[in-house]
């Protein structure tokens, strides 16, 4: 069982795709301890089916001392988006997790999630209510390549 650190999700742009992904400001609380210091350092995030990516983390500060958003990227990025087709407008969620009873050992998670669209490519939302009356969305979650795609519901997030 894993106890959630954070998790930050983000709706992916042109930019995000082509090149690394500008994580929202938040993050930088979460990870800066981990850096050592450092500017930059490499990490490994598995999907929901187990598949490890390897990824860049970077968090600069220019030099009139603001801070740049932080980044991942690197060539598991590319990969991950190249096997599974990620394209603009494609929601990414990145978290971390602490693993009860393993000692503090952390795992980071990546997913990226593609709404269903309509034909007229406006956003299906599923407005369902479950048994404890919360409402429910779906979307589609993008697998690699060589997988089929499934259809995800649950609570929103």
Same mark, same amino acid.
């Given at each position: 069982?894993?106890?959630? =650190?954070?998790?930050?999700?983000? =709706? !992916? &742009?042109?930019? +995000?795709?082509r090149d690394k992904v500008a994580l929202p400001a938040e993050i930088r609380k979460h990870m800066q301890p981990m850096m050592n210091g450092e500017k930059s350092m490499e990490l490994t995030a598995s999907d929901r089916w187990g598949q490890e990516w390897t990824l860049k983390y970077s968090s600069f500060v220019l030099q009139t001392g603001k801070p740049k958003n932080p980044v991942l990227s690197g060539a598991g990025w590319r990969q991950i988006v190249n096997d599974n087709g990620v394209r603009p407008g494609d929601k990414l969620i990145f978290s971390r997790d602490q693993v009860v009873g393993a +000692? &503090?050992? !952390?795992?980071?998670? =990546?997913?990226v999630k593609r709404q269903n669209k309509t034909f007229s490519s406006k956003i299906a939302a599923v407005h369902d209510s479950g048994a404890d009356g919360e409402s429910f969305y779906e979307e589609e979650v993008i697998k690699p390549k060589s997988q089929t795609r499934l259809t995800f519901q649950g609570q929103p997030m």
């Amino acid at each position: 069982m894993a106890q959630r =650190i954070f998790a930050v999700s983000k =709706i !992916l &742009g042109e930019c +995000d795709v082509r090149d690394k992904v500008a994580l929202p400001a938040e993050i930088r609380k979460h990870m800066q301890p981990m850096m050592n210091g450092e500017k930059s350092m490499e990490l490994t995030a598995s999907d929901r089916w187990g598949q490890e990516w390897t990824l860049k983390y970077s968090s600069f500060v220019l030099q009139t001392g603001k801070p740049k958003n932080p980044v991942l990227s690197g060539a598991g990025w590319r990969q991950i988006v190249n096997d599974n087709g990620v394209r603009p407008g494609d929601k990414l969620i990145f978290s971390r997790d602490q693993v009860v009873g393993a +000692d &503090g050992v !952390l795992e980071y998670k =990546i997913q990226v999630k593609r709404q269903n669209k309509t034909f007229s490519s406006k956003i299906a939302a599923v407005h369902d209510s479950g048994a404890d009356g919360e409402s429910f969305y779906e979307e589609e979650v993008i697998k690699p390549k060589s997988q089929t795609r499934l259809t995800f519901q649950g609570q929103p997030m």
